[in-house]
């Protein structure tokens, strides 16, 4: 978990935050004997956005801020229907992937390098199926977060996201054909998505028509 962290973290070892190495401010992380803030850093925007993946491996609120009445997005302040998570077993909700490049061709269990049409983060996903240019994956997030360092993946370049597979873990249960906003549980940046429920299965929902825009 420290070196979890400490990949997350900007790696200057500048000793701002007090420590002598961000290992080691990582450790104190950890141990509750430090504030994330305490790295001047952090707020520049590219480690901004590791902010809410180090919290949540901190044990912290998980997806987004929030009290016992809101769901609320961490990189836009927007407010969710619900939270969206993984099935259950399963490390991230399933993602349709369109790749715009037709001749990629990854086979199943093969690891991908992608980044969704709209979002500014790179992602890392492992392939489930491929059928008719359509690529269902589940997303693994950062290439360090395998636990390898030898990890081979292609480069698929821009995919636009079709649908998302999971349940509902927190907020409402919508009905079929209902246009919603919802927080991936898995999103690197906690951003609040917006899509059509095309299926519902008790809290099992398949979300289709994604868009990062949301009104």
Not at 122 to 130: I, Y
Not at 152 to 165: P, R, S, T, Y
Request: charge should be negative; proline fraction near 7%; hydrophobic fraction near 40%.
């Amino acid at each position: 978990m420290t070196q979890e962290i400490t990949d997350l973290l900007p790696g200057y070892n500048c000793g701002e935050c007090g420590y002598r190495q961000c290992r080691d401010f990582a450790a104190a992380l950890l141990e509750g004997e430090a504030e994330l803030d305490g790295c001047p850093h952090m707020a520049y925007e590219k480690l901004a956005l590791n902010i809410p993946v180090i919290q949540q491996l901190l044990g912290g609120p998980g997806p987004g801020i929030k009290d016992s009445r809101h769901i609320i997005g961490v990189i836009d302040g927007l407010e969710a229907d619900f939270v969206f998570s993984p099935l259950p077993g399963e490390p991230s909700c399933r993602e349709d992937l369109h790749p715009f490049d037709p001749e990629v061709g990854p086979e199943v269990s093969e690891y991908v390098r992608y980044r969704p049409l709209g979002c500014p983060v790179t992602h890392f996903a492992r392939v489930l199926d491929m059928k008719r240019g359509i690529m269902t994956v589940h997303l693994v997030g950062p290439i360090h977060r395998l636990g390898r360092d030898d990890v081979a993946f292609e480069d698929i370049g821009l995919c636009m996201v079709m649908a998302f597979d999971g349940i509902v873990s927190k907020g409402r249960v919508p009905d079929v054909g209902q246009t919603v906003k919802f927080l991936p549980e898995h999103c690197m940046m906690q951003k609040v998505h917006s899509g059509v429920v095309v299926h519902s299965e008790g809290s099992r929902l398949r979300i289709e028509g994604i868009d990062l825009k949301v009104w």
